[in-house]
Nanobody, 127 residues
Framework: LVQLVESGGGSVQAGGSLRLSCVAY????????LGWFRQVPGEAREPFAQ??????????PTSVKGRFTITVTQEGARKTVYLDMNSLTPDDTAVYYC??????????????????WGRGTQVTVTS
């Protein structure tokens, strides 16, 4: 059973940095896609950073490109996807979720192709 466990959220002042981690247990096969999504109250969960089994990265909002970096490491069937966030602004405040596609799927902004999710981690950026 695939399980995603996030960590690393918290509160930080504007201009600061955070690193989020997500361990995907029992996640094997390729191609695959691991991604970070974020959600604010009253809005839909939106994709913003994804990485596939070939190492290709995709950032969807232009506001995060250059500030956020997604990377992945692998140890057997366990993969860890990181999100390094720099120059944070209050607009980055959200719950951040890690998502994974079923093996055999490439990345896509379509949230519905991600059946595996973590519980989310809160990131709060204060001005």
């Amino acid at each position: 059973l695939v399980q995603l466990v996030e960590s690393g959220g918290g509160s930080v002042q504007a201009g600061g940095s955070l690193r989020l981690s997500c361990v995907a247990y029992q996640y094997a096969g390729s191609p695959y896609c691991l991604g970070w999504f974020r959600q604010v109250p009253g809005e839909a969960r939106e994709p913003f950073a994804q990485i596939d089994s070939m190492g290709k990265t995709t950032y969807y909002p232009t506001s995060v490109k250059g500030r956020f970096t997604i990377t992945v490491t692998q140890e057997g069937a366990r993969k860890t996807v990181y999100l390094d966030m720099n120059s944070l602004t209050p607009d980055d405040t959200a719950v951040y979720y890690c998502g994974a596609t079923r093996p055999g799927s490439w990345c896509s902004p379509r949230t519905e192709i991600f059946p595996y999710w973590g519980r989310g981690t809160q990131v709060t950026v204060t001005s």
